[in-house]
């Protein structure tokens, strides 16, 4: 009896409503962005109700059902889960409240000192239900959609008169799907157009995984081919790979962007064009490699016929690839500068703290920003979407500007 005392009064059938209504309403958003692709504001409330419904999701991945995730059953399943979780910790939170409040004496002071643990013992649950809801509010709803410019200045070497002061917008990791809406991505290629560009650097993850956006996805960039004073470069991503690269490549291209992974092309500076040939004096070489990871890396093929002294620009994906043999070692093809993304600059950075994961070998190195690679200076977009976690904290969504100049 004195055990069934603490046991706060949780009426079986109002947690069971509780329960169903909130399974019904994160599955509904979640099959509504996942299984039927309804786009707009729908895969942002989608990512919200992913991170509160996590502990559901864990199980099933950690067992092998990672593939059903865009099944209205496994949707459904894991909403369950996780909100039988959420509701037991809340039956326990108030188990434990009660306990720290039962009185057991009727003396004055025990009831002075009652009032004290009722205001700790609420206090700290009110901080803690803040938190839970605030923390991934924030991370979920409100930074992952606020784009930063940033602006970098790069000397270049042998660097033609004609191509100072370029204006290059790099773009990466857009990963238009599930957790990045139509929208947002049109958001972001309408900031790249506000900053001016003469050219356009496309550095992978152009889709999130899957076929049913490349051909959104290649059409979102059509407006940066039409009015980039020269045009539009780019390259392939993983995630790219984990659909169709092939089709994806393709659908670039017929929109008008110059795809080179393991390829080249130049910079024309007397017309200011894009040419697939070397015109000779003043060029400037952009050379693309093919996704590390998921694709393969032939720096002979993508530096043939590129001049010894014509100054050059790498696009990979991955800049990982910064740190390999073949570009490093005595006799190594020379750049000047390698453009990347893929980190998204670990997503999350906390005060003190840092950043807790980036998905690279050299831990936090490659993050982000300009950085000196073993062999030449890497600048790192921290990207416009989201990966393993549909989140951002202290790592906003950022396209970079970058201004050459000669060295």
């Not at 000779?280 to 002979?300: E, P």
């Not at 043999?325 to 906390?350: E, F, N, W, Y």
Request: aromatic share 8%; proline share 7%.
């Amino acid at each position: 009896m004195r055990i069934r005392s603490y046991i706060p009064k949780l009426p079986l059938h109002r947690a069971i409503c509780a329960w169903g209504f909130a399974t019904a309403c994160t599955s509904s958003v979640c099959i509504a962005s996942w299984t039927y692709h309804i786009d707009g504001i729908v895969r942002i409330i989608a990512n919200a109700a992913y991170m509160v419904t996590l502990p559901g999701w864990i199980p099933l991945y950690v067992f092998g059902f990672s593939e059903i995730r865009n099944h209205p059953v496994g949707i459904i399943a894991a909403n369950a889960i996780a909100w039988s979780a959420w509701i037991a910790l809340i039956w326990f939170a108030l188990f434990v409240r009660k306990k720290l409040v039962q009185p057991h004496e009727h003396s004055r002071l025990e009831q002075l000192d009652l009032g004290r643990r009722r205001f700790l013992a609420d206090a700290t649950l009110g901080t803690v239900a803040i938190g839970a809801i605030a923390t991934p509010g924030y991370a979920t709803l409100i930074e992952p959609w606020s784009i930063k410019v940033r602006n970098y200045t790069i000397p270049i070497s042998g660097l033609d008169p004609a191509f100072e002061g370029l204006r290059v917008v790099q773009l990466a990791d857009t990963h238009l799907g599930p957790r990045i809406p139509a929208s947002f991505v049109k958001q972001a290629v309408d900031l790249v157009l506000a900053q001016s560009p003469d050219l356009v650097f496309l550095t992978g993850d152009h889709v999130h995984d899957g076929v049913e956006e490349i051909d959104q996805a290649a059409e979102l960039c059509k407006p940066l081919v039409e009015h980039a004073t020269i045009g539009a470069v780019g390259v392939l991503g993983n995630h790219d790979w984990w659909g169709d690269g092939r089709r994806l490549s393709k659908a670039l291209r017929d929109q008008g962007v110059h795809m080179i992974d393991n390829d080249r092309v130049w910079l024309d500076a007397s017309t200011e064009t894009i040419r697939a040939s070397d015109p000779g004096k003043g060029s400037l070489a952009i050379i693309g490699f093919g996704d590390l990871i998921d694709d393969h890396i032939d720096s002979v093929r993508a530096f043939r016929d590129v001049g010894e002294h014509t100054p050059r620009i790498v696009l990979s994906h991955n800049p990982d690839s910064a740190e390999l043999g073949s570009l490093t070692k005595p006799g190594a093809p020379r750049i000047d500068l390698m453009c990347s993304g893929h980190m998204h600059g670990g997503q999350v950075k906390l005060p003190l703290l840092g950043t807790p994961f980036v998905p690279s070998r050299y831990g936090s190195k490659y993050a982000g920003g300009l950085v000196d690679g073993p062999a030449f200076p890497v600048h790192i977009s921290r990207g416009i979407g989201m990966s393993t976690l549909p989140v951002r904290v202290g790592v906003p969504p950022e396209i970079s500007v970058l201004t050459l100049t000669r060295a």
